[in-house]
C-alpha cells in the first residue's frame, strides 16, 4: 500500500499538464486511466466526480486508480 501512496504523491509534484503526460505516456496506459489520472491530480476532482461524469460508481474509478497507479510507479 505504501507504493501506492508513494506513487500517488509523486504524481501530485508534477508541475505541468505536459510533463504529466509525459509521465502517462512512458505507460501502457488505457486512454480512460490517463482520463482519470489527469481529473483527479490535474483538475482535482474526486473519485465520485470523476465516476459521475464517467458513467462508473466512486468505487470502480478508486478501482481502476488503484491499477493505474501499479502500471505507473516504475515510470517514477
Known sequence: MSEHID??????EIPLMKQFDDVLN??????EDKEILRRHYIKKQTFAL???E???SERTIKEKHQKALRKISHAL
Open 7 to 12: 506513487t500517488s504523491r509523486k504524481l501530485r
Open 50 to 52: 470523476i465516476g459521475d
Open 26 to 31: 512512458l505507460c501502457t496506459l488505457s486512454d
Open 54 to 56: 464517467l458513467g462508473y
